[in-house]
């Protein structure tokens, strides 16, 4: 075998000296690979211990995950704005109205003037929104109302979308001008 060898290095112009510096250095970047691969599967399997233990902490970029493991409780409490018409039929006014950015961001800035009594405030401004809009399904609103309701989770994704409870946090009048009336806003 090691004749085989010698003569392919031959035939190939190959310098036999070189081969085993080349060979070592191949070796040392596969073993260098190969611990970085096994650190890297280590760090991201550590933070499974996590949900064991009584007081889980959850960082960056190492997280098991709580939004996904946490126990969720049989219902969930939600602020959210309705707008009411002349007869009194409720219209879900989407969260774009209280804010720009996306859905949960604009969703927590809610929550949080809700949280810290500035509903009256969020509904007024919800309400000029409202009254300026151009789309027809707001120009027959009357009043905003900023309400926190509670939802059973089985019964809302199973076509039951009324609350169990609700409380109306703020309501405001949405005033438009005698001009916008004739025009339907």
Known sequence: ???????????????????SDRSRHFLSRKVFAGVLGFLLLGAVLVP???????????????????M???KRGDSYVV?????????????????RFAGSGGHNQTRRQIDRLVREGKAVRLCESV?????????????HMLTVQ???????????????????????RARCQV?????AKEVGH
């Open 1 to 19: 075998m090691n004749e085989f060898i010698s003569h392919s290095i031959q035939d190939h112009d190959i310098p036999s000296s070189g081969t």
């Open 48 to 66: 499974i211990a996590q949900n064991w233990r009584a007081n889980p902490r959850d960082s960056v970029p190492f997280s098991y995950y709580p």
């Open 68 to 70: 996904f493991s946490a």
């Open 79 to 95: 602020n959210y704005m309705v707008g009411l018409d002349g007869q009194g039929n409720r219209h879900t006014i989407p969260f």
């Open 127 to 139: 309400a000029d929104k409202v009254r300026s809009d151009a789309e027809p399904l707001y120009s």
């Open 146 to 168: 900023i309400i926190t309701g509670e939802f059973r989770f089985d019964d809302y994704f199973n076509g039951n979308k009324a609350p169990l409870k609700e409380q109306v």
């Open 175 to 179: 005033t438009r001008t005698e001009q």
